[in-house]
């Protein structure tokens, strides 16, 4: 990517869902031109802009970051084949803690032990393993930005910012179970969400006024999260690594508040197993990932061990599979069943 491409995934992930106009108005450029890049980007796999989904809708049971061991030699081997599984949702390689790092998401809470006690562990090829049950997430992908517009270019893109309520994953569902054709929608914002009302309702068969009622419910509930999906690397962020934590009780949520804010933080959870916190970060170099653990880290009170992985080659993330950093079509392999549908 050359530095404009860098420019409009910054305004896009601040703004995912900003028309045309409006991003070339940020980046000094055309709308053609960007409707060019971003085509482009988008065709040739280097980005998607996907809409995150609510736990609510997905599934009762909450995620596990799963550790795996395999036999000797046959690491990539079991990657590929959990990256088959529908209820895996992230599958990459790693060295650290394990051979490969997982994130399990069960389709439903009945099924996450016979999946983590049977299925899983009997992939060919898996030797070990071991998980860590997602209690709350701290911050999510879709909070991930790089740091290279003004203030007062990401001003200008404030109007075309969706708007997400502060709340733990599954509050949406507070709201009322989801109608079929809000399941429909949401599947359609999965796959692009920055598909208008208009292609909406010519999807759906309905009026444009009420494709465009049903996409900003979902979008003002929080029920789908609109984010750029793009391998950290294609942005300058050529180390990725999974940090767990273990921190004192009466210190965890100020260190789960700190790592959320730092500007590595992809994804940060507050965890029940081996450890207290996981921090997945996106880092340019080693000695930008050494500064990290050597000075923010240890300013951190209350931090008892630090382990690290370093995810050596991502092949599935969010569902959606990728071969040398380049994302294949965006699908979700199951929704919630106890949802009503048309």
């Excluded at 491409?5 to 992930?13: E, G, H, R, S």
């Excluded at 389709?107 to 016979?114: F, G, K, L, V």
């Excluded at 029920?223 to 950290?232: A, D, F, G, L, S």
């Amino acid at each position: 990517m050359d530095e404009l491409d860098l420019d409009l995934v910054a305004a896009l992930q601040y703004a995912p869902r900003a028309p045309s106009s409006a991003l070339a108005e940020v980046l000094d450029s055309s709308p053609s031109t960007v409707g060019r890049r971003l085509q482009r980007l988008q065709t040739s796999g280097q980005l998607r802009v996907v809409g995150q989904l609510d736990w609510s809708l997905v599934s009762d049971a909450h995620p596990r970051h799963m550790w795996l061991h395999a036999e000797s030699g046959r690491a990539v081997e079991v990657a590929r084949r959990l990256a088959r599984m529908p209820e895996v949702q992230l599958v990459a390689l790693s060295s650290g803690r394990a051979d490969i790092y997982c994130v399990v998401h069960p389709s439903e809470r009945t099924r996450a032990t016979e999946l983590l006690t049977t299925e899983i562990p009997s992939v060919e090829g898996v030797r070990a393993g071991q998980s860590d049950l997602v209690l709350r997430p701290i911050t999510r992908a879709d909070a991930w930005t790089l740091d290279r517009l003004p203030p007062e270019r990401l001003e200008a893109l404030r109007p075309y910012r969706t708007h997400v309520p502060e709340q733990d994953d599954g509050a949406a569902a507070a709201s009322g179970p989801l109608t079929g054709d809000e399941i429909e929608v949401a599947g359609i914002l999965h796959a692009d969400a920055r598909t208008g009302s208009g292609d909406v309702a010519r999807e759906l068969g309905v009026s444009q006024s009420t494709a465009y009622r049903l996409v900003q419910s979902l979008l003002e509930r929080g029920v789908v999260r609109p984010r750029v999906e793009v391998e950290p690397e294609r942005l300058g962020m050529h180390l990725e690594v999974i940090l767990s934590l273990t921190v004192r009780p009466g210190a965890i949520a100020h260190v789960a508040e700190k790592l959320a804010s730092h500007p590595s933080a992809r994804y940060v959870s507050v965890v029940a197993g081996e450890v207290s916190l996981i921090h997945h970060g996106a880092f340019r170099d080693e000695r930008e990932l050494g500064r990290f653990i050597t000075e923010d880290l240890a300013a951190l009170p209350g931090v008892a061990d630090v382990r690290s992985s370093v995810l050596l080659e991502v092949l599935r993330r969010y569902w959606i599979d990728r071969a040398d950093g380049l994302l294949g079509e965006a699908s979700l392999p199951f929704t919630r069943k106890d949802r009503p549908r048309r």
